[in-house]
């Protein structure tokens, strides 16, 4: 029953009929129509109307290694046609999985030799809660419950992820967070420091971490979790200071370090893991989205020495688990997508190359007078739009919100054929780490002209 005949409006009005979208104004959508995505090659998408467009977000920070990629598509079809599904549950386990399970201990930090498999980053993060309460019951301290998040992170969308993320949109729906996860203020300079250096800031916001363990008892504190760079907040680079002092807080009252690897693992930030690149050693992290390119979805928990001692020495049965824990082909692509990364070295060229490279022409929109703070790390980068910059402020005055600046900039990055997205007025990329300076140019060139409209239009309506 091939539909593929059909135009774009007969796609939008199926769509708007049947399809309820993750985080949509279901009724605002319906009445705009859906951009229908119909293919793609390396970093570009193609519309159903035939236009093109740069992918400046990698899907959903996931395509790392860019659209086509032939070999994982292979695999795909290759480990479907001969065994595409097998549990894990009951004593069995299927090939693709031991052996990225055997990947996964090769490029992960020292200590990482185990992992648990999940179908998302959201059932890692479930797991994530599973297993630290697990780990503390293990250890005779049931009343070690609390986890620790911050306002403005992201974990995902189940009822454990939204908890532990700080989203207030969120937590404003379905009665979040559930019990026992608390939650301090974000590292954002621009928004929190601007007063003080960003290291002296980092000091600083790494201390709401002390005051909240004191104010809840050390003793009811179980675990601290973060994104390395918060990912969907912002691309919000920490400063340099802030997560080796965090290490030093959770050494001190002995409490787990979770590293919400989702979008830092796997080359994002150049190194394989976001806590290499930051300075820190956690005991677990959770992982999704670039582990197979987006390509399949998989995700899990990396469970780092000290807490996999004790879940396997002492645990007994742990009852947790999910029908695709280990789903063959699934694991089958991550091995392709892992073996693509470490053969063609994508982690050394964002590293080395690619990474400093889109840092430096990154830096050089802070000569727009829209821009009033960027930052990068690795393959993820922001900018700030504001108003009014001065020689005394730089960093200029932000826009009242409920202009939606950001929106409109994001307007005109859709018009030029550019995925940048808005995350209230700081415009964000998270493009493929297999890009190349060539087209960095290329999209730095739609990224300028987006702001050149986006001045225009408030210029013109006044708004500067
Ligand atoms: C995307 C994301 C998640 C959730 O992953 P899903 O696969 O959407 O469930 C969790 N943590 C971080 C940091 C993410 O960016």
């Known amino acids: 029953m091939s539909k593929s005949n059909r135009t774009t409006q007969e796609w939008q009005a199926a769509d708007a009929r049947h399809f309820l979208h993750p985080f949509t104004d279901f009724k605002g959508l319906a009445a705009k129509g859906s951009r229908i995505i119909s293919k793609a090659d390396n970093i570009y998408l193609w519309d159903s109307e035939g236009h093109k467009i740069l992918d400046g977000m990698s899907g959903l920070w996931c395509v790392n290694v860019g659209y086509g990629q032939q070999s994982l598509i292979e695999a795909a079809a290759k480990q479907m046609a001969e065994l595409p599904f ?25 200590g990482f030799e185990h992992v648990f498999f999940t ?24 009343e070690r419950q609390i986890i620790i998040g911050r306002i403005n992170g992201y974990h995902g969308s189940t ?21 026992n996860i608390s939650h301090i203020e974000q590292p954002h ?16 916001a790494a201390g709401w971490l002390e005051e909240k363990i004191l104010a809840l008892g050390a003793d009811k504190v179980a675990a601290f979790i973060g994104e390395p760079v918060q990912g969907a907040g912002g691309v919000i680079v920490p400063p340099s200071t ?10 001190k009252y002995g409490i787990l370090l979770v590293s919400d690897e989702v979008i830092c693992g796997f080359g994002r930030t150049g190194n394989w893991f976001g806590c290499e690149t930051m300075g820190f050693k956690p005991d677990l992290m959770t992982f999704a989205k670039g582990v197979s390119s987006g390509y399949i979805p998989l995700g899990g928990v990396l469970v780092g020495a000290r807490v996999a001692k004790v879940l396997i020495e002492e645990g007994g049965e742990f009852n947790h688990g999910f029908t695709y824990s280990g789903h063959p082909t699934a ?7 892992l073996k693509l990364l470490r053969e063609q070295h994508v982690v050394e060229h964002v590293r080395d190359d690619i990474g400093p490279y889109l840092a430096q022409r990154f830096a050089e929109l802070n000569e727009h007078p829209l821009v009033g703070e960027t930052q990068s790390c690795g393959m993820m980068a922001a900018l700030q739009l504001v108003k009014g910059k001065t020689p005394d402020k730089p960093t200029g005055t932000a826009f009242a919100s409920e202009l939606e600046v950001g929106m409109i900039c994001r307007k005109y990055c859709f018009a030029n054929g550019l995925i940048m997205r808005a995350v209230g007025d700081r415009m964000i990329v998270a493009p493929p780490l297999v ?30």
Not at 88 to 110: D, G, H, K, R, Y
Not at 124 to 136: A, E, K, L, S
Not at 242 to 251: A, F, L, M, T, V
């Open 435 to 464: 890009m190349t300076r060539t087209q960095i140019d290329e999209m730095m060139g739609l990224i300028r002209r987006c702001l050149d409209q986006t001045w225009e239009e408030l210029s013109q309506s006044g708004l500067l």
């Open 159 to 179: 009822m454990a992820g939204a908890s532990l993320g700080g989203m207030s949109g969120m937590h404003a729906q379905g009665g979040l967070p559930i019990p």
């Open 119 to 142: 179908g998302s980053g959201s059932e890692g993060n479930d797991t994530i809660v599973r297993m630290v309460r697990r780990y503390w019951d293990l250890k005779g301290s049931p």
């Open 331 to 337: 694991c089958a692509v991550a091995l392709a997508n």
């Open 242 to 251: 802030y997560w080796p002092e965090i290490q030093r807080i959770c050494d």
């Open 86 to 110: 097998y549990n894990a549950f009951f004593q069995t386990a299927t090939m693709p999985a031991i052996e990225l399970a055997e990947v996964l201990a090769e490029i992960s930090p020292p």
């Open 189 to 204: 300079w621009f928004e929190h420091g601007q007063d003080m250096s960003r290291e002296d800031f980092g000091l600083k």
